[in-house]
């Protein structure tokens, strides 16, 4: 029987494999730990940043930008993944590694800050990991997930869970780190409208023939409808959902309180 790990690295692989693109979601995302991010004061030249789960790169070298005295290492377990962050954002202070959270040697230091987007909702054991970013943050510690109600579709993109609200803060109490800022996003607009109209249409778009598929990701530039299309969705994510205290869309930002 495949494992949440076996396919979630089949899916990202895949995934991975095509053209980066610029999402409304994305974006927005990314304007949510950017903004969270301008809560860490200072971190010291060559600094230790340390991103689990990467990906692709792009929230990795969001933060690297933040902290660009940082040298900053973001692990993935994907090929695909680690190839486009190498491709695209690798540099002397800005590393990629193929690997996943069980390789001990990346346990073997601390780090001033470690970030983990999009991650745990993935995990069959999340508080595995978790423990091992507690024993290693020397400081902070800035994650990302998705809370509320798990809709279907979110299996196909290899979700097993989606947090409650004040779970992960109980959670990292107890390890002694309290919040430094929390966003709960995306009420109405990612959810439920997003996600409803996502439900309904995900059969349509999971039937559509693979050759059209793949001519839509890789056609570069996207065409203008598609490009207008993502800057009316970002807009009414960014300016029309809330940000703060009301949604399913968590970003935090926490301290370590232990001597």
């Known amino acids: ?37 301008d809560s860490i004061p200072y971190l010291s ?3 230790e940043i340390l991103d689990v789960g990467c990906g692709n790169g792009d929230k ?12 900053t290492l973001g692990i993935d377990y994907t090929k695909a993944g680690i190839d486009s962050a190498n491709t695209n ?19 073997e230091k601390q780090y001033e800050l470690i970030t983990c987007f999009e991650v745990l909702e993935h995990l069959d054991d999340w508080k595995e990991v978790v423990d091992k970013i507690c ?26 869970r989606n947090f409650k609200k004040g779970e992960m803060e109980g959670y990292l109490s ?9 966003y709960y996003s995306g009420f109405p607009f990612l959810n439920p409208i997003g996600k409803t109209v996502m439900a309904l249409a995900f059969p349509l778009v999971r ?7 793949e001519k839509t990701r890789k056609n570069s530039p996207p065409p203008f409808t598609t490009s207008l ?21 968590f970003v935090g930002l926490f301290i370590n309180q232990t001597p």
């Not at 039937?207 to 598929?213: A, I, P, R, V």
């Not at 993502?230 to 949604?247: A, E, M, Q």
């Open 207 to 213: 039937n559509m023939k693979s050759k059209e598929l």
């Open 89 to 107: 954002y690798g540099s002397r202070s800005l590393c990629f590694l193929c690997t996943d959270a069980q390789d001990i040697s990346i346990w």
């Open 229 to 249: 299309y993502s800057r009316i969705v970002y807009f009414i994510l960014n300016k029309c959902s809330t940000k703060k205290n009301f949604g399913n869309q």
């Open 174 to 182: 107890q390890r002694g780190f309290r919040p430094v800022k929390l």
């Open 1 to 37: 029987m495949s494992t949440a790990y076996d396919i979630n690295k089949e899916i990202y692989e895949k995934n991975y494999s095509r053209r980066l693109v610029s999402s409304p979601w994305r974006r927005w995302l990314h304007s949510l730990i950017s903004d969270v991010l």
């Open 135 to 160: 024993n290693n943050s020397k400081k902070y510690v800035l994650m990302s997930f998705p809370t509320g109600k798990m809709r279907k579709y979110e299996v196909n993109f290899g979700h097993v």
């Open 60 to 71: 990795t070298y969001l933060v690297h930008q933040k902290f660009p005295n940082s040298k």
């Open 45 to 47: 030249q060559n600094t």
